[in-house]
């Protein structure tokens, strides 16, 4: 028995080098593997916001990108625009942003370079502007015309009328409300020239200058039983609001062309002028001409697309 114990002393020291050997081994082997699972992986590649990541559904992404488009009150009020640029934005994901203004204030918004394209109708004056290297790329992208709109009572007797002049000359000879847009606009441009051609200088109390959009025109002429002149769009989508009928209408004077343009990148370099082309060629093709000859309100077409008169 003493001979014994030395021995097994000897094999529980050896046993316990053994354990602590082993020990040691393991804990070195899970060290190596905890390190290789808790390794962070590389980085994936930065987003720049218009490129979806690997794998991302591109349809239905965030619209994160939008130009802005400077354009009349007259094309604006007669909702056109609610059914072409959604349209565009569905097929290129890119929002449009309105200004609703006359035409002259649009053309000064978009020289300043505060829009990226225009749609208006003052087609000698954007063709001259085109000339002068504020615009480029306009195009002819639709027409319809100008109507005068008056009281049911009619006092001025124009519907037995059918020519302007003669129309100007019955409203101011009797001096009869007219209500004029006043606004720079390319509608009331037309009405200026028109009253010169007749050889009128219109003023006086008959004569209301309001400084308003269509809209706010039509509806002031019906509340005071007045004349206006209006773009044929503007008043088909408002007709169920007002006390208006069309009094004189089909003088070739009246035709209405409307021309989009985008602003000269030349002029400001922050100008998105290739997304503001790519909304003139979906205006210009036959998906964007037919949604503008399709559009119609109680079954009366607005507009017709394209180019509407010779040069």
């Known amino acids: ?45 930065e987003q720049n916001g218009n490129e979806p990541a690997a794998g991302e559904e591109t349809e239905g992404a965030v619209v994160d990108e939008f130009i802005i488009l400077a354009t009349t009150t007259s094309t604006y009020d007669s909702g056109l625009l609610d059914v072409l640029l959604p349209a565009f934005t569905e097929k290129y994901g890119t929002e449009v942003r309105v200004i609703s203004q006359g035409t002259g204030q649009a053309i000064e918004t978009g020289k300043r370079g505060d829009a990226d394209v225009l749609l208006v109708h003052d087609r000698a004056s954007e063709l001259k502007l085109v000339e002068e290297g504020y615009f480029t790329d306009r195009q002819d992208v639709m027409y319809n015309d100008f109507i005068i709109v008056g009281s049911p009572s009619d006092p001025a007797g124009l519907k037995g009328i059918d020519k302007l002049n003669e129309a100007f000359t019955a409203i101011a000879s009797g001096e009869h409300t007219f209500v004029s847009r006043g606004d720079d606009s390319g509608t009331h441009r037309k009405e200026l020239a028109f009253w010169k051609n ?15 959009g269509m809209g706010d025109t039509l509806r002031m002429a019906s509340e005071k039983e007045g004349y206006t002149m209006t773009d044929r769009g503007t008043y088909l989508s408002l007709k169920d609001t007002l006390d208006l009928e069309v009094v004189l209408e089909g003088d070739p004077a009246l035709f209405n062309q409307y021309g989009i343009m985008a602003v000269n990148p030349e002029n400001h370099s922050h100008i998105k002028y290739e997304t503001a082309l790519k909304l003139i060629d979906f205006m210009m093709s036959p998906e964007g001409q037919e949604l503008i000859v399709s559009f119609q309100i109680g079954g009366e077409g607005l507009f017709f697309p394209g180019k509407g008169v010779e040069d």
């Open 1 to 45: 028995m003493g001979q014994l114990l030395p021995s097994i002393k000897k094999i529980k020291r050896n046993g316990s080098i053994f354990l602590l050997l082993v020990a040691a081994v393991c804990f070195i082997f899970a060290g190596f593997l905890v390190s290789g699972c808790s390794q962070t992986p590389a980085p994936a590649p």
């Open 198 to 212: 007749a050889g009128i200088e219109p003023a006086g109390a008959w004569y209301l200058s309001v400084g308003k």
